[in-house]
Nanobody
Framework: QVQLVESGGGLVQAGGSLRLSCAAS????????MGWFRQAPGKEREFVAA????????YYSDSVKGRFTIFRDNAKNTGYLQMNSLKPEDTAVYYC?????????????????WGQGTQVTVSS
């Protein structure tokens, strides 16, 4: 079992930056690919970014490509999402997820573990 806890959300002005963290406990997180998703009020949950276990492979949604960076520090059992050039449409609850098999995964149901979410609000 893996427990994931997100942090780092908050209120930021458009054009600003935030770094989200996903702290893992339990089984060996360093062996697990991870991903980030988000859900805005009244909208469906959407994929944001994914990374394989080593961090050598990454995948981004078109809406965040070039602005967001997913990375991890396996020594700290923590994954991150660096968000730059934030836009009001990035406002959402952000969730991290992990899965105990190799690959890059874009679907929520491909993952086995999810955090509780952290709110990101971008003001215009």
């Amino acid at each position: 079992q893996v427990q994931l806890v997100e942090s780092g959300g908050g209120l930021v002005q458009a054009g600003g930056s935030l770094r989200l963290s996903c702290a893992a406990s339990g089984r060996t997180f360093s062996n697990y690919p991870m991903g980030w998703f988000r859900q805005a009020p009244g909208k469906e949950r959407e994929f944001v970014a994914a990374m394989n276990w080593s961090g050598g492979g990454t995948y981004y949604s078109d809406s965040v490509k070039g602005r967001f960076t997913i990375f991890r520090d396996n020594a700290k059992n923590t994954g991150y999402l660096q968000m730059n050039s934030l836009k009001p449409e990035d406002t959402a609850v952000y969730y991290c997820a992990a899965v105990p098999r190799s690959g890059l995964f874009r679907l929520w149901d491909d993952y086995n573990y999810w955090g509780q979410g952290t709110q990101v609000t971008v003001s215009s």
